[in-house]
C-alpha cells in the first residue's frame, strides 16, 4: 500500500496539517511503510468478531444534573493566545 | 411539468438541563461569554468527560412519546473536524446505535386528515460555542458557554411534500417537547433549530432528486419561507435545464433566499469512531417502563381526548391540545364549569384575543381558570349575558376583583329576567322612539327584521347589558306587532 | 539515603534519622549534578518542594503523617500539576501551566509525597524512545549512548540514577514496562480503569493507563496503593475496592502457575535476552512455582493493530490543541485555516505528526473498515486469547523486550523498526491487563526485564511474585556506574 503525495496532502488537510515540499517524501514513504505493517491484519479472518472498544466491559456511569461548576474564566483565559472582552479571538470565519 | 417535492427534517432541541451534557457547567442563558465553560468545555488537556442522566432520561421520554422501541444499549461516537466553536476538535454524538431508535408522529393537515411521518431516529449530542462576528479588529470572537449543551436531534424520514407539512411536523414535535418538559422550544433563543433536506422530482418519478440542507432556519414562519423558496429554486434551476448541486444552504430572512454555505464545503469526511472516553450506556427496561408511567398526557392524546370524550370540533381540539399550559387551562375550566364546548369557545375567543393584545403567554393570564370558570358558571345559569360576562372578564383581567360573582354584584350585571322590568324598559324605548315604531309598523314584514336590531341594541344599552335577550326578542315583538 | 527503598525512607522519617528537607535537599541536590547528563527532567519545581517537605515535616511532628509523607517523587510530564508547566514534551505545550491536578498528582499530595518536578517523555507519550521529546533525547544512566526507553523514559533513567526514588509513568504500548526494562528498575502498568486518568494528557484513551515506577516491587505497591482508585470524573475509572497490596507481599509462591507463551519467545528474541529470561524462570520455579508452555497465536497481529487504533484515537485527541485556547499559535496567521495548519505544524514532532496522519487515515471515509474495524476486531480475538490462556495459568511470563537498550540515533529514522521493538508490551494494553517489568540482569552493562502478566485486577498477584522473586535475585539492586 503506498499513499501518493496527493492522497498524503489530502490527509494532512483533514488533520489541519501542513507537510513541506521538503517533507513529502519522507512522510509519504513513512506512511506508506507503516499502512504496509498494518496490511498484515488483512490475514486474520474475523468474520462476526465484534469490534472491541473498550477493553474492559464495563458500562457509563451517569452524573446527577446539579452544577459543580463556577466561573474561572479569567484564571482560564490567561492561557489563551488571544482574547478581548471574555472571548477568544481567531482570524475572522466566513460563513 | 409537475413537480413533486421531498422534505426531510433535523431538529435539534436543546434539553433543559441544568448542566451541560458531560460537565458540570451551568446552561443557563444569557451569561457573560466564557462565563460558563470550565475545564471540560474548554477541552483542556487531560480532561474527561461524565454523562449527564438528565440528558438521558429527557430522551428516552421524547422516544417514549413517539412510540420508538428504546435500546437496551446506547453508545457514543466522536465526529471529527475542526471549528472555533468545537473546542475538542471533534463533536461527542451518537452515530452507531442512537438512544431513540425509529418511530413516528401524526401531523394533522389542514383539510383536517392527519399523515403519517417516520422519525428516523433522535441521538443525544453536545452543542458548540458561538462565533461572533462583530469587529474585534477583524477577528472572531468565540464564546464557549454553549459549548457542551445538551441537544436531542431529532430526524425525519424524507416524507413531507410541502413546507405546510414540514411546519405542522415541527410544531408537532414543539408541542411533545414541551408537554414533555424536555425542552423550552424557543426558537428565538435557539433551543430548538431545525435543518430542512430538500429536493423536488417531476411528479410520479421514484427516484429522489438531488438535495439541499437549509441550515439557520430560526423560527417557523422561516422553515414554511425557507423550504418555499428553495423548492422553487429547484424547480427553476431544472426547469432551465439546470442540475441541482447537492449542498449545505443558508436562508436569509432578510432577503428571503437560501444561498450556498462557504465554510462548510470541506467538511466532508467526519472520521466518525466510537468514543473511547464514554462507555456504553445501560438502559434498564424497569427504568423505561418507570419513565414511561410518568409520561405526562401528550398532545395527540389530548386531541382524541377532546374530540371523542368532550366533543369538540377536530379544529378545536387542535387548537386547545397545541401547547401543554392551554390545554391545561382548558382542562381546569371545563372540571369547574362543566361545559367543553362553552369552555373552548371563551377561551378560543375572548382569552385567546386579550392575551393577543397584551402580548402574553397563556402561562401569564391575568385571569386564573378558576375565575374563568366562575364566568362561564354564571353564564350558563343565566345570571349573565354574553355582554355581561365581557364586561365581567375584562374587570377580572383588570383585577377589579377576585371572583366573577364579586364583579356582578359591584357593577350590577346581574341578568334581568323578570318580565315586568324589562317590559318597563320596552315601553321607555319605544315611548321615545315613536317615529322608528312609525317606519317599524308601515315596513313590509321582510325588511322588520333588520329594524328590530335597532330597538334591542336600545334596550340592551339602557339595561347595561343585563336584560335577558330572549326575554327581550320575545317581548318587543309582542309590542312592536302590537 | 538516596539508596533508601521508600519502606526504609518512610520508618527513617518518622524515626526522625533526617527529616523531609533533608531528604528532599539530598535528591535535589543530585539532580543538580546528574540530570545535565541525562536530561530526565523537564521542569524541577524545587521552591515548591522545599515547601511541601517543611509542611511534611510539620505533619511528622505532629504525629500526623501519611505513609508517603516526605518522601520525594516525581511526575512524568504528561500529568496536569496546577500552576507548574505540563508541557507533554512537545513544544504545543512549551507555554502551557495546568490549571488542575492529575487525579494521582491529587493523590499522591494527599498521601504526602513531595513532588521534585515533571519528568521527560517522548511527545505526548509516542514513541519507544524518549528521541520525539521536544527538550531533546532522554540518556540511559548505564550507557549513556543508549536510549533509556520510552515514553516514560525520564521517569525510568530518574529513578535508575537515584534523582527521585519513585516516580509515576503512563503505558500506552508499553511506555513504563519498556524504559523500566531498559533502565534496570521496576514498572508497573495497571488494569485499564484501576488508576484515573483524569488530568492525563490523552494519547490513546481506551489503552492510556498511569502507573508506579521505583526501583522495587514493594516500592512499586506503596506508589500504587496511593494511586489506584475510583474517580468520578473518570468514566472508565473502574469502581472496585483498591486491595492493600503491600499486605500480600509476603505470600508465597508456592504452586502458582506461569505460563510462557511461545510466541514471546521466537525468533524475534535476542538470544542473550533468552538466557536471562530462563535464568529469571529458573528463580521462579526455586520458589515454588509451575511453569507451562502456553499460546498467545495473534501476538504478532498486536503491533498492525495497536499501531491503528492509538493513531486513531490520538488522531482525534490531538485535535484539540489548534492554537485557540491555550498553548502554542502560530505568528500573524492570515486566516482561520493557517492557524490550524501553521500553529499544528510548527509545534508537533514528526512522530506526532506521522501518527496523527495514520490515523487520520484509518479512520477516513472508505477506510475505516479495512483499518479501524479491523483492528478492534483483532484486538477481541488477542484479548480472548489472554483469556483463555488465564482459564490454565496465574500469570504469564515473558521478556518485556526483545533486545535491550538500543543505541540513541539508531532507529529514529525507521519508525517500523521501532514499532517491531514493541511487540511483547502491546497485547497488554489492547487487553486492559495489568503487567510488570522487573529487572533480570543485564548484556553488556544494558539492563534486562521480565515481564509478568496478569489477569483483570491481579495488580496484588503481579506485585506478589515480582517482590518474591526480588527477594531471593539482586538484580534490581544493581546500580548503573554513573552512580
Redo the contacts between chains.
Keep these: 500500500m503506498k499513499?501518493n503525495v496527493e492522497e498524503?496532502h489530502k490527509?494532512?488537510h483533514?488533520?489541519?496539517?501542513?507537510?513541506h515540499a521538503k517533507d513529502e517524501e519522507s512522510?509519504s514513504q513513512?506512511?506508506s511503510?507503516?499502512?504496509n505493517?498494518?496490511?498484515?491484519?488483512?490475514s486474520?479472518d474475523?468474520h462476526g468478531?465484534?469490534?472491541?472498544?473498550?477493553?474492559?466491559d464495563?458500562v457509563?456511569?451517569l452524573?446527577t444534573d446539579q452544577v459543580t461548576e463556577n466561573n474561572?474564566r479569567d484564571?482560564?483565559q490567561?492561557?489563551?493566545?488571544?482574547t478581548e472582552n471574555g472571548l477568544?479571538l481567531?482570524?475572522?470565519?466566513v460563513e | 411539468m409537475q413537480w413533486e417535492a421531498v422534505i426531510g427534517l433535523e431538529i435539534h432541541a436543546q434539553l433543559a438541563t441544568k448542566t451541560k451534557i458531560f460537565s458540570g457547567s451551568s446552561t443557563a442563558f444569557g451569561a457573560e461569554p466564557n462565563s460558563q465553560a470550565n475545564?471540560i468545555d474548554?477541552?483542556?488537556?487531560?480532561?474527561?468527560?461524565?454523562?449527564n442522566k438528565q440528558a438521558v432520561e429527557m430522551a428516552i421520554k421524547f422516544g417514549l412519546a413517539i412510540n420508538s422501541a428504546i435500546p437496551e444499549r446506547t453508545t457514543f461516537d466522536?465526529k471529527?473536524y475542526?471549528y472555533?466553536d468545537l473546542?475538542?476538535?471533534?463533536q461527542t454524538t451518537q452515530m452507531a446505535t442512537p438512544i431513540v431508535g425509529r418511530g413516528y408522529l401524526d401531523i394533522q393537515l389542514e383539510d383536517g386528515s392527519s399523515k403519517r411521518i417516520a422519525i428516523h431516529h433522535a441521538h443525544l449530542e453536545e452543542d458548540a460555542g458561538k462565533s461572533l462576528h462583530e469587529d474585534f479588529q477583524g477577528m472572531t470572537g468565540?464564546d464557549l458557554n454553549r459549548a457542551g449543551t445538551p441537544l436531542l436531534e431529532i430526524v425525519t424520514e424524507p416524507e413531507m411534500s410541502t413546507a405546510k407539512e414540514a411546519v405542522a411536523l415541527l410544531r408537532s414535535i414543539h408541542s411533545i417537547i414541551t408537554y414533555l418538559g424536555i425542552s423550552d422550544g424557543n426558537m428565538a433563543e435557539g433551543s430548538m433549530r431545525c435543518d430542512a433536506n430538500v429536493s423536488v422530482r417531476p411528479k410520479g418519478q421514484e427516484k429522489l432528486g438531488n438535495r439541499c440542507e437549509i441550515k439557520n432556519i430560526n423560527s417557523f414562519r422561516f422553515v414554511e419561507r425557507a423550504i418555499n423558496h428553495e423548492i422553487q429554486r429547484q424547480i427553476e434551476v431544472l426547469e432551465d435545464g439546470g442540475r441541482i448541486a447537492q449542498q449545505t444552504r443558508l436562508y436569509d430572512p432578510d432577503l428571503n433566499e437560501t444561498r450556498a454555505m462557504r465554510s462548510k464545503e470541506d467538511a466532508n469526511?467526519y472520521?466518525?469512531?466510537p468514543c473511547?472516553?464514554?462507555?456504553p450506556v445501560e438502559i434498564d427496561s424497569a427504568f423505561v417502563q418507570q419513565l414511561k408511567d410518568a409520561l405526562p398526557e401528550l398532545p395527540e392524546e389530548k386531541r382524541q381526548r377532546f374530540t371523542e370524550q368532550l366533543g369538540l370540533s377536530v379544529y378545536d381540539a387542535g387548537v386547545l391540545s397545541s401547547s401543554r399550559p392551554l390545554a391545561d387551562y382548558f382542562d381546569k375550566v371545563v372540571a369547574l364549569c362543566g361545559d367543553a364546548q362553552l369552555a373552548s369557545n371563551w377561551i378560543s375567543g375572548e382569552l385567546a384575543a386579550q392575551l393577543n393584545r397584551d402580548g402574553v403567554e397563556i402561562t401569564q393570564a391575568a385571569v386564573t381558570p378558576e375565575q374563568f370558570a366562575g364566568i362561564l358558571i354564571r353564564l350558563k345559569d343565566d345570571t349573565l349575558s354574553n355582554g355581561a360576562a365581557k364586561q365581567v372578564f375584562a374587570a377580572l383581567w383588570a383585577k377589579e376583583g377576585q371572583t366573577a360573582d364579586e364583579i356582578i354584584e359591584a357593577k350590577g350585571l346581574k341578568q334581568v329576567t323578570d318580565t315586568g322590568a324589562i317590559e318597563a324598559i320596552i315601553d321607555e324605548i319605544l315611548a321615545k322612539n315613536t317615529a322608528q315604531v312609525e317606519q317599524y309598523r308601515a315596513a313590509e314584514p321582510d325588511k322588520r327584521g333588520k329594524m328590530v336590531g335597532f330597538f334591542v341594541g336600545q334596550i340592551m344599552k339602557a339595561s347595561k347589558g343585563t336584560a335577558n335577550p330572549k326575554a327581550v326578542n320575545e317581548l318587543l315583538a309582542k309590542k312592536l306587532n302590537g | 539515603m538516596l539508596d533508601l527503598s521508600l519502606t526504609q525512607m518512610a520508618q527513617g522519617l518518622a524515626e526522625r534519622k533526617f527529616s523531609s528537607v533533608e531528604l528532599t535537599q539530598a535528591f535535589l541536590q543530585r539532580i543538580q549534578i546528574v540530570n545535565p547528563q541525562l536530561n530526565a527532567f523537564i521542569t524541577i519545581t524545587e521552591s515548591q518542594a522545599l515547601d511541601a517537605a517543611k509542611a511534611a515535616d510539620s505533619q511528622l511532628e505532629k504525629g500526623t503523617a501519611t505513609p508517603l509523607t516526605g518522601i520525594p517523587i516525581a511526575h512524568k510530564d504528561l500529568?496536569?500539576t496546577e500552576g507548574v508547566k505540563?508541557s507533554?514534551g512537545s513544544k504545543m505545550?512549551d507555554n502551557?501551566?495546568?490549571?488542575?491536578d492529575?487525579a494521582i498528582v491529587t493523590n499522591l499530595a494527599e498521601a504526602g509525597a513531595v513532588s521534585l518536578g515533571k519528568t521527560n517523555l517522548d511527545e505526548f507519550a509516542m514513541g519507544s524512545s524518549n528521541e520525539s521529546s521536544f527538550y531533546g533525547a532522554v540518556k540511559n544512566p548505564w550507557d549513556t549512548q543508549a536510549v533509556a526507553g520510552g515514553s516514560s523514559g525520564g521517569s525510568a533513567a530518574a529513578v535508575a540514577a537515584r534523582l527521585v526514588p519513585a516516580a509515576t509513568g503512563s503505558d500506552t504500548g508499553g511506555s513504563i514496562r519498556q524504559p523500566a526494562a531498559f533502565c534496570g528498575i521496576t514498572g508497573l502498568k495497571p488494569?485499564?480503569?484501576r488508576v484515573s486518568?483524569?488530568?492525563?494528557?490523552?494519547y490513546?484513551?481506551?489503552?492510556d493507563q498511569a502507573g508506579p515506577m521505583a526501583r522495587s516491587a514493594e516500592d512499586c505497591a506503596l506508589m500504587l496503593q496511593h494511586m489506584a482508585g475510583f474517580d468520578?470524573?473518570?468514566?472508565?475509572s473502574?469502581?472496585q475496592a483498591v486491595p492493600d497490596y503491600l499486605s500480600q507481599l509476603g505470600n508465597s509462591i508456592q504452586g502458582m502457575t506461569f505460563g510462557l507463551p511461545k510466541e514471546y519467545f521466537a525468533e524475534d528474541l535476542n538470544p542473550q535476552m533468552a538466557e536471562r529470561i530462563q535464568a529469571a524462570i529458573k528463580e521462579l520455579e526455586k520458589l515454588g512455582a509451575k511453569v507451562k508452555a502456553i499460546s498467545l497465536p495473534?501476538t504478532?497481529?498486536a503491533?498492525?493493530?495497536y499501531?491503528?487504533i492509538t493513531p486513531?484515537?490520538a488522531?482525534?485527541n490531538?485535535?484539540?490543541?489548534?492554537?485557540?485556547?491555550?498553548?502554542y499559535?502560530c505568528e500573524d496567521?492570515?486566516?482561520?485555516?493557517?492557524?490550524?495548519?501553521?500553529s499544528?505544524?510548527e509545534a508537533?514532532g514528526h512522530e506526532v505528526?506521522?501518527r496523527?496522519?495514520?490515523g487520520?487515515?484509518?479512520?477516513?471515509?472508505g477506510f475505516?473498515d479495512?483499518?479501524?474495524?479491523?483492528?478492534?476486531?483483532?484486538?477481541?480475538?488477542l484479548?480472548e486469547d489472554f483469556q483463555k490462556a488465564f482459564q490454565q495459568v496465574d500469570l504469564i511470563v515473558a521478556p518485556t523486550t526483545p533486545n535491550p537498550a538500543f543505541d540513541l540515533g539508531s532507529k529514529i529514522t525507521d519508525?517500523?523498526q521501532m514499532?517491531l521493538e514493541d511487540i511483547y508490551t502491546l497485547g497488554v494494553?489492547?487487553?486492559?491487563l495489568p503487567a510488570i517489568s522487573v529487572p533480570a540482569g543485564q548484556i553488556n552493562n544494558r539492563p534486562v526485564g521480565l515481564q509478568l502478566i496478569g489477569n483483570?485486577f491481579g495488580e496484588s498477584q503481579l506485585l506478589n511474585a515480582a517482590h518474591q522473586f526480588q527477594q531471593v535475585t539482586d538484580h534490581h539492586l544493581q546500580k548503573p556506574a554513573l552512580v
Design positions: 499513499l498524503l490527509v494532512a483533514l488533520a489541519r496539517l501542513s507537510i512522510y513513512a506512511l511503510n507503516i499502512l505493517l498494518v496490511d498484515e491484519m488483512q486474520i474475523t468478531v465484534q469490534p472491541m472498544a473498550h477493553p474492559m464495563a457509563q456511569r452524573r474561572q484564571y482560564l490567561q492561557l489563551a493566545p488571544a477568544y481567531v482570524p475572522r470565519v | 475545564i474548554l477541552a483542556m488537556p487531560g480532561i474527561l468527560p461524565v454523562l466522536r471529527n475542526f472555533p473546542p475538542k476538535g471533534y468565540v469526511d472520521r466518525y469512531f473511547p472516553d464514554l462507555l | 500529568f496536569c505540563t507533554c505545550l502551557f501551566i495546568a490549571p488542575y492529575a488494569t485499564y480503569g486518568r483524569w488530568g492525563m494528557v490523552a490513546a484513551s481506551s489503552m468520578a470524573r473518570d468514566s472508565t473502574i469502581e495473534l504478532r497481529m503491533i498492525p493493530a499501531y491503528v486513531a484515537e488522531s482525534s490531538l485535535s484539540r490543541f489548534d492554537g485557540v485556547r491555550y498553548g499559535r496567521p492570515k486566516d482561520l485555516e493557517d492557524l490550524y495548519k501553521r499544528r505544524s508537533f505528526k506521522r496523527i496522519l495514520i487520520t487515515y484509518a479512520l477516513s471515509e475505516y479495512a483499518y479501524y474495524n479491523k483492528a478492534q476486531q483483532i484486538r477481541r480475538l484479548a519508525p517500523i514499532y494494553n489492547l487487553a486492559g483483570h
